[in-house]
């Protein structure tokens, strides 16, 4: 069974800092890239990875705060630039193409390929992507402005005795940032191979994170234990935490699978 690839583009919060961009990552799966969230700064990692974007058909966007959207248009501009002829779908809230179809209308007018918005309810749970071997659903997520999670599995027809066919689950990957602490996704990303679950603060910040609905790595690990999930991968770190190896501290002790999202890593599962 081949493995399915995950590349960490950004593992930042809003603020950038030395050594962290904001979110981006890149899911490798069945020879198809998916591209989760795009903040500023990601083509750029992209660029120093040698990560090719012919197999980028679909990009997956959160919520509309500009360190999960702020590289977008930067993207879709080189895109153009490569004189791509490939449509591009984006998912995400209705109001992201409000927001950039001026921007594409003035700086990328000329392109060669389309564009292709596909509005979401970030609020609902529901089947956003099918194709034959991979499916996406959003996970209703806790914050400051409608947002929500992707979970990505991968699906093959297997010929049953009766020669009819059923669709068997394989690999799954929960992408769920950013969220305050939120029990009532458990049972949508129950038993996932590998979770990233946002940790932006440690426990001594608990209240700021309540205030700005964000989680700790504890509440991270949490969600992992209580899901059962394979593998834990926490980032979105705030900058005012340099050390990220506090983060693994915290939330090792709840959940012992736990690993820390940072730039330019790859995790195989």
Excluded: W
């Amino acid at each position: 069974m081949n493995k399915a690839k995950l590349t960490i583009l950004g593992c930042g919060s809003a603020k950038p800092t030395k050594t962290t961009s904001p979110s981006g990552q890149l899911l490798q799966i069945n020879d198809k890239a998916f591209l989760l969230d795009c903040g500023e700064g990601v083509q750029l990692t992209m660029q120093k990875l040698g990560v090719h974007t012919g197999r980028l058909y679909n990009i997956f966007i959160t919520h509309l705060h500009g360190d999960h959207c702020f590289g977008l248009i930067g993207l879709l501009t080189t895109l153009s630039m490569l004189k791509r002829t490939q449509p591009m779908h984006i998912y995400a809230h209705p109001d992201l193409q409000k927001l950039l179809q001026p921007l594409l209308d003035y700086h990328c007018a000329d392109r060669l390929y389309e564009i292709v918005f596909h509005p979401i309810n970030p609020r609902k749970h529901e089947v956003i992507y099918q194709d034959r071997t991979i499916s996406v659903e959003t996970i209703p997520l806790k914050h400051g402005v409608p947002c929500c999670g992707f979970l990505f599995s991968e699906t093959h027809r297997v010929k049953c005795d009766d020669n009819t066919f059923q669709r068997v689950t394989r690999k799954r990957y929960a992408y769920c940032t950013d969220t305050m602490y939120n029990e009532k996704i458990v049972p949508i990303i129950q038993g996932v191979d590998l979770l990233f679950h946002e940790s932006t603060f440690l426990q001594s910040m608990t209240e700021r994170s309540r205030e700005v609905k964000h989680s700790t790595a504890a509440d991270a690990a949490t969600i992992a234990q209580k899901a059962e999930v394979g593998q834990l991968l926490i980032g979105h770190y705030s900058a005012r935490v340099e050390d990220h190896s506090l983060f693994l501290q915290e939330a090792q002790p709840v959940f012992a699978n736990v690993t820390l999202a940072e730039e330019n890593n790859i995790i195989e599962f």
